[in-house]
Nanobody
Framework: QVQLVESGGGLVQAGESLRLSCAAS????????MTWHRQAPGKSREYVAA???????NYDDSVKGRFTISRDNAKNTMYLQIDGLKPDDSAVYFC?????????WGQGTQVIVSS
């Protein structure tokens, strides 16, 4: 069983930066793909970014240029650097990992951006 724990969220002002972390209970090198999704109040969960074991990255168009996804397999951790935060970025951010054809999800970390 894979466990994922997100951290790094909080209350920030517009324009500031945050780095979210996703710590895995097992070797993240075994995860084919890891992703970040987010869910704002009253809205569906939406895709944000993904990274493969080869460090190939993909971003939703809405976050390109401000969000950077990375992973450190030596620490079994994935990151999401968010720069230039906007109020519309306020949401619970979830990390996901694909392991042996099954997706595992964390419980999320909340980001609130004040204007």
């Amino acid at each position: 069983q894979v466990q994922l724990v997100e951290s790094g969220g909080g209350l920030v002002q517009a324009g500031e930066s945050l780095r979210l972390s996703c710590a895995a209970s097992s070797s993240s090198a075994d995860f084919n793909t890891m992703t970040w999704h987010r869910q704002a109040p009253g809205k569906s969960r939406e895709y944000v970014a993904a990274i493969t074991t080869d460090a190939l990255t993909n971003y939703d168009d809405s976050v390109k240029g401000r969000f950077t996804i990375s992973r450190d397999n030596a620490k079994n951790t994935m990151y999401l650097q968010i720069d230039g935060l906007k109020p519309d970025d306020s949401a619970v951010y979830f990390c996901g990992a694909l392991y042996r054809d099954r997706w595992f999800w964390g419980q999320g970390t909340q980001v609130i951006v004040s204007s």
